[in-house]
């Protein structure tokens, strides 16, 4: 048969795996065997040893015993009143003593003799099993006198060899009385040593020699009777005392015995003999050798014939099934799809082959659905092409919407962020000019208009925010870390929250708990944002009662407490009102309104600034929020506030410009004619003239036609935006810079602006200082002395600018009612944008504010609900033509 090579490779693995074992396993077993030879052999022997000890024990104690005992016997004792005087009562006390030796010796037939015998060795009562007479002497007399013990034993050894037992027992006088016990005489029993014989003649092993010697080495008893009597040498006597009691066989040559090499287990008996147990060594090992033999005879057997055992098993079981299912694979590989393997084993084998026959059916089948397919598949995959054109259709329509959605989004936050500065153009350019205005000497309205001028700045610097966060990346949002003064933190809210608390007759206060750190290191715009949005809601929940504000400082936080009598919240509604979008119940954007952003916010932000907010509420009763913000800050004693007369002011410095003189052309693009006045009434403080363009398409004529070395471009006019004329200017090769003026910040309308060709972008309401700035980046500098900026209040132009507005205002007035009456939706709210982003413009807030909110209402598409705000517009517009009605004093 041939061998295949899985074979030969299954041989090689098995017979090192298979070997190697059974020759460690040998090896340890035989190393196991002559171990444990030894130690049963120790075990064996120790056991022997002790047993033969503690006969020979019991039966030394057992005629120690009956000595004594015979020694206390009421007889002897009466036998001792009589014996200094023989008469008829002394024959008769002896005659029943030797009854009681008599029935001693019956009792213990190993007893050959019992003696009573004065201290001069004078028998006074004898009895002998073997009717011997008594000994005239012993020869352990002496000893035995000299000796303090009351009770003794002696080995005599006769001279044939023989040992006989002797045990003696001293005998008083009964009388106690006495200082110091009289004795009598002694007690002397003769025992023939059966037990003794009997413990050295058994043996645990053949050969085995069992010596019972004295203290100078003489054999007392032996199993080999031909020892008896005999002396042991000194070198072999001091190896016994050196070996005895040490609990383990040890190796011995007695040249005094045999001169054979023996293995010894050896014990020292209380009286000094020693009890010693001696095997021959090679007869000892011979069962362990024998076993040692046996083993490594099966361990040579197991490594021949195991691995033969083990191939031929693996190649029945595996090897031949495997091959067949190898040659069955080539045949399948050679398209032979008849070929079937024989699956009625039962076990994991014949599943194997049947699996292969299922494998082979199925390949069978899938062969002819091919077949099949083969003959559609062209229609099959020019349908599946139609549907995944559609899906990819399906798919980029969704992306173009999604863009769109984006896109509208990104559109109404620049329309809104366009909305909210245009107001802040009066505010802060009036104020600027006021604080700018050097007739005003009281401090206390300086420091008003300076509170007017940070809220306002405050105000812009949140609607840069809501615009980084138009992305829903407020978690990202990145907070400042520079000195806030207190004070003025508080002093600015207490400046905004007072009047609405006392438009709606409520009590507010702050309440300063002492001591407070002057400064504290963190984001003022952002603690001024929490805390004014948790103070204005206060206020606007509460109907009556107060509102009050407590501060206080431990653990480097500034904690501020905001506490109501409000309407309250329920325990189930503060759990959502840190949320985005919740309220703390439906009715309360119907009563309120409000977005519910605003508490999410606020938590986020303190906890940005390494603190937090947390409320406490009941319903009906009030709110308590706890704001807590970290100082980041290291403080010493001067550094804090211990009283309010310590919390003054700082007086900011007043807002200057440095007027400059340029020289160069430039042409304004802006489609309102009264911001063309007052960029025209800025640009003259500076030496320029400038020229103006009512919309983009007449910016790119007027910039092709004449060489100007600045452009300043409104993003948003009619006919054509800012944007589309830059580009336009860039395309015709026009290299000269272009600014862009807008209201919309987002830092995605930046950068189209950008793109668009624009070097530049300012925000709306323009910051003078920026404007200086850029003119002196991209116009030839010439510095002079300037005029300060009151002066352009006090200037008949300005005035005059101011009138001329203020005489078209009745106009505008008849275009809002007559859009109005005509329902001409579209064009009423263009009039209501331009007369809002006009009337800010020259400090009209009222006429501006309401011309937004219809502008605002229109551009919902809540038509049906212009009235009221076109009644309120037409009402602040005919207020501002009332000659009463005062003149505005500022201008952005």
Known sequence: MKTSKLSIRLLWYITPVVILPLLFLGGFTLTNVTSSSEQQAQLI???????????????????????????????????????????????????????????????????????????????????????????????????????SLRRQQFMVQEDNGETTL????????????????????????????????????????????????????????????????????????????????????????????????????????????????????????????????????????????????????????????????????????????????????????????????????????????????????????????????????????????????????????????????????????????????????????????????????????????????????????????????????????????????????????????????KYINSDQTRIKQILLNILTNAVKFTAKGQVHLDVSYHDDMIECVVSDTGIGISDQELTRIFKPFEQADTTTTRRFGGSGLGLCIAKNLAQLLGGDVRAHSQQGVGSRFSIQINCNQVYEAQDFYHGVEEMQPVMEPMPTLSWQ??????????DNRDNQALISLLLERWGITPDFANNGAEAVEKALVKDYQLILMDMQMPVMGGEEATQMLRHAAYDGPIIALTANVMKHDIERYLEAGCDKALAKPIDKEQLEHTLATYLSLQQEANSKWDDILKSERFLQINENYKQKLPDYLEQVLAHQQAKEWEQLQAVAHSIKGSASCFGFNAVADAASELELSLRNGECEHHEYPVLKLEHAIRFVLQPQAEAPKGLS
């Open 45 to 147: 022997v120790s056991r022997f040893v002790e047993q033969q000890q503690n006969k020979v024990f019991h039966s030394l104690n057992v005629y120690h015993s009956t000595t004594e005992l015979l020694s206390t016997s009421p007889v002897l004792q009466n036998f001792l009143h009589q014996i200094d005087r023989p008469n008829t009562y002394y024959t008769a006390h002896l005659g029943a003593l030797l009854d009681v030796f008599s029935s001693y010796t019956e009792a213990y037939p190993d007893i050959l003799s019992i003696n009573f015998i004065s201290s001069t060795q004078q028998s006074y009562a004898y009895f002998s099993t073997t009717l011997q007479s008594a000994p005239q002497q012993y020869p352990f007399f002496e000893q035995l006198l000299t000796s």
């Open 166 to 517: 002797y045990f003696a027992q001293k005998v008083f006088a009964p009388d106690y009385h006495l200082e110091r016990p009289v004795l009598l005489g002694h007690i002397i029993v003769r025992v023939q040593p059966t037990v003794l014989n009997t413990a050295i003649l058994e043996a645990p092993y053949n050969n085995t020699l069992n010596l019972l010697l004295t203290e100078q080495g003489k054999v007392l008893f032996s199993s080999n009777h031909a020892l008896l009597g005999k002396t042991l040498s000194k070198q072999d006597l001091e190896a016994i005392d050196l070996w005895a009691d040490n609990g383990r066989l040890n190796e011995i040559v007695l040249e005094s015995v045999d001169n054979t090499e023996r293995m010894l287990y050896g014990v020292q008996m209380p009286d000094g003999h020693y009890f010693v147990t001696s095997i021959p060594k090679k007869m000892l090992y011979q069962a362990g050798k024998v076993i040692s033999l046996i083993t490594a005879l099966i361990v040579l057997i197991s490594i021949v014939t195991l691995p033969v055992l083990i191939f031929i098993v693996v190649r029945n079981l595996l090897l031949n099934p495997i091959e067949q299912l190898g040659a069955a694979s080539h045949r399948v590989g050679a398209n032979d799809l008849a070929v079937r393997l024989d699956d009625k084993r039962t076990d994991e084998v014949g599943q194997l082959f049947s699996d292969f026959n299922n494998m082979v059916n199925k390949i069978y089948r899938t062969q002819g659905e091919l077949k099949e397919y083969k003959d559609t598949l062209e229609q099959r995959v020019e349908e599946r092409t139609l549907e995944l054109e559609k899906t990819n259709k399906a798919l980029e329509l969704a992306i173009e919407q999604a863009e769109q959605a984006n896109q509208l989004k990104s559109r109404f936050l620049a329309n809104m962020s366009h909305e909210i500065r245009t107001p802040l153009t009066a505010i802060m350019g009036f104020t600027e000019q006021l604080l700018e205005n050097n007739q005003i000497d009281d401090d206390k309205v300086q420091h008003q208009l300076a509170t007017v001028l940070r809220n306002s700045r405050h105000l812009l610097e949140l609607i840069n925010n809501i615009l980084d966060l138009s992305k829903i990346e407020a978690e990202k949002l990145a907070v400042n870390r520079e000195p806030v003064s207190l004070y003025e933190l508080f002093d600015d809210l207490n400046s905004i929250v007072e009047p609405q608390a006392q438009q709606k007759q409520l009590e507010f206060a702050i309440n300063y708990q002492f001591p407070l750190p």
């Open 661 to 670: 003189q340029f020289d160069g052309e430039i042409l304004v693009a802006e």
